[in-house]
């Protein structure tokens, strides 16, 4: 039995660290002048981290650690048109065309002939609603959410919302440390679609629940179908 | 008759423009420099208007609005120690305590106790679930919304999820733009508590309102009991 059926958003739905990639690229090039031995995806990352639990997801505050890290790997000689060009490049990627990843459109209305789907996305709440605007599938899912974390109690609190018992919730996305671990750690089942690149934030051991008896993977969501019908006769 | 009564967040129950006005002054202080006959308020405030769009609400946004205008203002003279003071004063206001304005407790109690409460507040999804946490109100409410705008639709969408017709539905704010004229526009009731400073971009002309029926104005909450207890005898 299936009472709700839930999509991650970036990176599930849409083309979202590629996004991230490309600009990490750019950014790379900028800072090519200051670049000594330093490791500069590592030293932006690690400005990411000690800045998320003030600035929390999203690309506003990637921006400001791109920045941020430019100042301190460069001993502030990074110039003003440096910046400019820093803050040019987080505004492309909020302007960036939502691209959908193949047979998005189709799974998400396969599944909706059998259940009520909604979407769960984390992050900054005006780039998601921003995205879900122009990913032109709003329309399509019965209910959004988009939290600050997707860890164990934000599913929880999704649930109790909707009088959904967790066994019969089903949990699609890229992310094993956002939407595989907590769905299957509240007993809820999880189907993992593996992007081309995690970020390194979002990275976890997997055989910690590849063995799990809710757990599946499928290489895209053309075999979503499937895996649903599977499930719910189980 | 009264079903809900909703509570706006920033400069309603806790301090927020202080906040942003304190650090325009030492945003200010940091562009005296380079200022000439700029009025430094005009141009940060046409900045934050042309990124309203792209960035959204909320500090990140404001930071980031800083360092352009910064930028822009110094002909690319500003250099990377400025720039990382106004970074320094995005993150100092994330990590300003969240202080409450005078009888919020007190007001929020007493009302509970004859209608169901929430809150609803606009802007970032990060930066307002944090204030909530820090105000130490979190559970003195029965929902919470946060929503990149509030405008009739984003209105219409919480009372219609919860079933309550817009004539039983009471919303109390500073704001003239995003909590009293959208309310009226639905049919609902407002209560304006002014707020000493009000942004550019939620003054609106109040005359258009202050004539309506379901409109009541008040100096500090300490006075909505009296006020909810005459509109739920209308």
Redesign the interface.
Known sequence: MIELVAFDGDDTLWHNESIFSMTQQRFSELMEPYLEDDDLHERLFATEMRNLR?????V??F??SM??T??EL?D??????E??AI?HA??SM??HPVELLEGVEDAIERVSEHHPVMLITKG????Q?SKLARSGLGERFDAVE???EKDETAYRRVLTRRGVPADRFVMIGNSGRSDIEPALALGAWAVHVPYHITWEHEKVDETAFASNDRYRRIESLAELPAVLADIAAA
């Open positions: 003030l600035f929390g997801y999203g506003k505050s921006t400001l920045i941020e430019a100042i460069s502030a000689r990074v110039t003003a048109e910046i400019a803050i987080g505004r909020l302007q900054d709440l005006f780039d609603e988009i939290v600050t």
